[in-house]
Structures are given as structure tokens and as C-alpha cells.
């Protein structure tokens, strides 16, 4: 099974600053996918195959990285981006998630 | 519009059995595997089964293999999820997910609402 280990578990961003993610597999995955989960809604795909933002998603997101090491970034931290992301792996089973990162507002 | 809507939820006892459903609309139901995703109060997202077009292929991580059945009526555009052997570390909200695949990419991009499954005497 592959673990993903996401980065910082939480954080704090002010309005304007850029912010990264980060989700470090234990064994090499062709791709990530990142999900957005705002409180008391279900996942929301944010991010797929790495770097393909999801419909609606606006552009100050985006996603890279390869082998063992993602992240997902914001340009400009804005506050409807407060919520909790999460990177999934679909490269081979069982699919995994990581633990999520915790993104809040200063 | 796609829409996923769960139902079948509610309060268990431990060592009993309950099954969920999923309506699934505004899609081709028959050309997409489907999942099911769990999440326990305040915690993360786990899967916990996929299933293949026609059905004949499902898949389970260890945690729920051989207590959980996934299955899917093509006809009736819904998707099942029969848990058995409940145990109180199953209580968590289910959500229904459509996969997608494009080329080698795999994700899950239509989630339903969720539906809680509370497993407690």
C-alpha cells in the first residue's frame, strides 16, 4: 500500500500570500489528485493527473510535481480558500488519500 | 447535470448488517466504475470499494474485505454497498464517488452528499 504524507498537517495563510501543499508518497505514482473539503460538504475534485484543474477551479491553483512528490499551490491566498485538501493516489491499488492539510485564514 | 444521492444510513448495533444505496442521474451510469469513500467523524477520507461497468470486478481494501459487497443494477442507474459484521470502527459518513478514467489518469470527480452510518449498542 502506498501512504501519502501531506505537509504542513495545518497552516494559517494571510489574504495575498502564496501558499504550498505538499504530499510525499512512499513509493513513486504517475500522477496526484487533489480533492477540497470546505466543513460539513463533501470532497470537492480539485486538481487531477497532477496539474489539470478541476471545472471551476479558479486559475491562482495549481498542481506539479512526479515520482514521490506533489504539491498543490495558490497563488494568492484568497478566504473561500479555507478548507481541508487532500491528495489521493489512483496509481495502483488500493487507492490511498493522505491525511489532509488544514488551510486557514489569518 | 450529474447528481449522486445516498441513502440507507442510520444507527447499527455491532455484528449487524445494513446496506446503502446510491441514485445516480445525469450520466451514462453504465460506462463508469464507481466507488465508495468513508470518512469517520473528524478524520480523513478512506476508500472502501470499487466496482467495474459490468460488475464482474470489485475491489476492497483489507480493513473491509470479505464484511463489505459492492454491487451496482445498471438498469436502475444504482449502486449498492451491502456491510456486514458491522464494527463500531465502520461509523462514518459513506459517500458515493463516480471514476472517471482519461488515458492513465484515474480520479474520483462526482461525489454524492454522504450518508452517516453510526455502528454503536
Known sequence: ?106 | EVQLVESGGGLVQPGRSLKLSCAASGFTFSNYYMAWVRQAPKKGLEWVATISTSGSRTYYPDSVKGRFTISRDNAKSSLYLQMNSLKSEDTATYYCARHTTEGIVSYFDYWGQGVMVTVSS
Request: proline content about 6%; some cysteine.
Open chain 1, 1 to 106: 500500500e502506498i501512504v501519502l504524507t501531506q505537509s504542513p498537517t495545518t497552516m494559517a495563510a494571510s489574504p495575498g500570500e502564496k501558499v504550498t501543499l505538499n504530499c510525499l508518497a512512499s513509493s513513486s505514482v504517475s500522477y496526484m489528485n487533489w480533492y477540497q473539503q470546505k466543513s460539513g460538504a463533501s470532497p470537492k475534485l480539485w486538481i487531477y493527473g497532477t496539474s489539470n484543474l478541476a471545472s471551476g477551479v479558479p486559475n491562482r491553483f495549481s498542481g506539479s510535481g512526479s515520482g514521490t512528490s506533489y504539491s498543490l499551490t495558490i497563488s494568492s491566498m484568497e478566504a473561500e480558500d479555507v478548507a481541508t485538501y487532500y491528495c489521493l493516489q489512483l496509481s495502483s491499488y488500493p487507492p490511498t488519500f493522505g491525511s489532509g492539510t488544514k488551510l486557514e485564514i489569518k
